[in-house]
């Protein structure tokens, strides 16, 4: 064996194997995320669809961005990220059930999303946080933003696939029901 690896060649083509190995080892963690995971469809705050559009949009923020630690059962001291359990509503978009420490789940069907949090204020009580999931920086690409819808009133909605670890990978804008291009910056 020591004699195989004496010789530079199969030195060179198992270095080069091994980081071969490595970044398919990489992307394909998104892959896999995007193949097998749950499918949620998180609103946003803006009825807008062109605050949206183009790279030079300001990143979104969704109806789970903010929420009220009094008003949701689970945990109400974090230590570095917040676990929010997320069930599905009628119209198919999804709302936080419950808040944890950890990747603990409180209700059947129920996906947990990981986001870090920042004190967002309140009174005494009725705390709140500001959540961020690390798919804010979204937009619609420049070339399809002309074929945006105008004016507010629009339900617009990301598409995410989460993972067992509550990692999040967004796919595409829903607008009205109707699929958009999304890019992440």
Excluded at 48 to 72: H, M
Excluded at 78 to 99: I, N
Aim: net charge negative; charged share 25%; glycine share 8%.
């Amino acid at each position: 064996m020591s004699e195989l690896f004496s010789r530079p060649l199969p030195k060179l083509i198992a270095v080069v194997a091994f980081q071969v190995l490595i970044l398919l080892s990489v992307l394909g963690f998104r892959e896999y995320t995007l193949l097998t995971r749950d499918t949620v469809l998180l609103k946003l705050q803006t009825t807008d669809p062109q605050t949206i559009a183009g790279s030079d949009s300001r990143p979104v923020r969704y109806e789970i961005s903010t929420v009220d630690v009094a008003a949701l059962p689970g945990d109400d001291e974090f230590m570095h990220y917040v676990y929010v359990e997320l069930g599905e509503r009628s119209d198919g978009t999804w709302q936080p059930l419950a808040l944890h420490n950890r990747r603990d789940r409180s209700y059947d069907n129920a996906v947990l999303i990981k986001s870090d949090y920042s004190y967002y204020g309140g009174s005494v009580g009725r705390e709140r946080y500001t959540l961020r999931y690390g798919i804010e920086d979204v937009y619609v690409p420049d070339d399809a933003a002309a074929s945006l819808p105008s004016g507010s009133g629009h339900t617009i909605a990301v598409e995410v696939k989460v993972d067992r670890f509550g990692q999040p990978e967004p796919v595409r804008f829903l607008i009205n029901g109707e699929p958009y291009e999304l890019e992440e910056r």
